[in-house]
């Protein structure tokens, strides 16, 4: 396999340690090798990205939205240009199969294609006079300096998904992927200084102390960050203290509601699937299968079936269907949930323990016996797990779904129109889907309710989410 593309000034420029104790080593979690070493940014290095963009914003603001698309447009083709390596990088960096990665890249230039069309045909109230002699007209401006906080499991496709309507809104971005995933996003960042004017968009790699200058810092704006629950928190509480706006993506824990009307082999099949994607390392990752008693044994045998035949595997093989977890830290992490939840007296029908090979791979595991209260159903694992319950009725089922302090993706797997109202309606999550799971369409908004967190990504709600409307309200001197 060709080396992987690490070369370029940014990546020259973060390579560089100053000193031993700020570098760090980026790994293949298939293999537990290092990939590279990179080093950490300090609270000077956020403050001086800050200022370049600050003084970028004067020009990048007043831009109009043909030409913020026109770059947008122009980072999408290059991005698929490079996408072999791109997915190259993002498949040995997260460990995921190439070809799922290699679609994810496909993926992400759509993304930049969405929103430097959606920045074009703004949706706003029409001028007009709403009072006697007035005309009232709302302007959507950008905010400034934007701070993007962005997670390990989806590094370029997460970042893109605050860049791209953040830069679409004219805003300008300091960005800092996961310590353990930075290397697309700093290739990306690099590609597109060469695209878009200097200080438009500033890279920082880093740990807590970049993240938390990030949001302690009174010229940036707005803060948006994909993370857990208890980092969320932090950073709400923290950004209190300058205002600024924050925009929170959280964890999930992804109920299933399967009826027995509903195609049981399918929904077997599409839910085991969608499951164990991404080693499970998904906050829609439908973990939490929900059955109609009458549905139970059949259902369950199915999605038995379908998992014994998914392959846990390195990222180049193409039989693989989902590779290893992200570090060995979070291996012991979701053994140790697995461990309790059989300690609690759950059964552990397939999988349940790490796979005996160098990397951080565990097997896709399958429980049941486990109670609505337990650890296993209300905490995210964020790994290949998975837990199905049988429930009486709608009622119970809809209770069951909804039992959880998260509300960010949900499934309603039944033919029943009525049911499938109710059921999409009464809900408490972000999105629900219809026989179905873990669908993404850019033009729809994504976000999560409770302690999902708050605020959308996609669609063109996510450009208002890095925009400020002003209302002006006009009366002629003479009138």
Request: glycine share 8%.
């Amino acid at each position: 396999m060709p080396a992987l593309p690490l070369n370029g000034p940014l990546f020259d420029h973060w390579r560089t340690a100053s000193d031993a104790e700020s570098a760090f080593a980026v790994l293949n979690p298939a293999t537990g090798e290092v990939i590279t070493s990179l080093r950490k940014a300090d609270a000077e290095e956020v403050d001086a990205s800050v200022a370049k963009a600050t003084a970028a914003f004067e020009t990048w603001g007043r831009t109009t939205p043909a030409e913020r698309a026109a770059a947008l447009l122009a980072l999408a083709d290059r991005l698929e240009a490079a996408g072999e390596d791109f997915a190259r990088l993002e498949s040995a960096n997260v460990g995921k199969p190439l070809a799922q990665a290699r679609e994810e890249i496909a993926y992400d230039a759509d993304v930049l294609r969405f929103m430097a069309g959606a920045v074009r045909v703004p949706h706003a109230m029409a001028t007009g006079e709403y009072l006697p002699g007035r005309t009232s007209l709302v302007r959507r401006d950008p905010l400034g300096v934007v701070g993007l906080i962005t997670p390990w499991n989806y590094p370029l496709m997460e970042a893109l998904w605050k860049l791209a309507p953040a830069l679409a809104a004219g805003n300008t971005v300091v960005i800092k992927p996961a310590t353990v995933t930075p290397l697309s996003t700093v290739l990306f960042t690099q590609m597109a200084q060469e695209v878009l004017p200097e200080g438009v968009l500033n890279l920082v790699v880093g740990d807590r102390t970049a993240g938390q200058a990030m949001v302690d810092h009174p010229d940036i704006r707005l803060v948006s960050l994909t993370g857990d629950g208890t980092t969320g928190k932090k950073v709400a509480a923290a950004a209190a203290a300058t205002l600024k706006r924050v925009h929170l993506e959280l964890g999930g824990k992804g109920p299933a509601v399967v009826f027995a009307d509903a195609e049981l082999e399918t929904a077997a099949t599409e839910l085991a699937q969608t499951a164990f994607l991404n080693a499970g390392q998904d906050c829609s990752q439908p973990c939490r299968v929900i059955v109609e008693d009458s549905a139970y044994e059949a259902f369950t045998a199915a999605y038995l079936k379908t998992v014994a035949g998914l392959v846990c595997g390195a990222p180049d093989d193409e039989d693989s269907h989902f590779g290893p977890v992200i570090s060995q830290r979070h291996l012991e992490s979701v053994e140790g949930f697995v461990e309790r939840a059989r300690a609690a007296g759950a059964t552990v029908l397939t999988g349940g323990k790490r796979i005996d090979r160098p990397g951080f791979f565990y097997e896709p595991t399958v429980l049941t016996g486990v109670r609505q209260d337990d650890e296993i159903v209300q905490r995210e694992v964020f790994g290949p797990v998975v837990t199905i319950q049988r429930a009486a009725d709608d009622e119970e089922m809809l209770a069951m779904a909804n039992g959880v302090e998260y509300g960010l993706a949900a499934s309603v797997w039944t033919s029943d129109v009525d049911r499938a109202l109710r059921f999409t309606t009464d809900l408490a999550f972000g999105t629900v889907w219809l026989n179905q799971h873990l669908v993404v369409a850019n033009e729809m908004p994504f976000g999560g309710f409770g302690q999902s967190g708050y605020g959308k990504e996609l669609s063109a709600h996510a450009i208002d989410e890095y925009s400020q409307v002003k209302h002006i309200m006009l009366k002629a001197a003479h009138g």
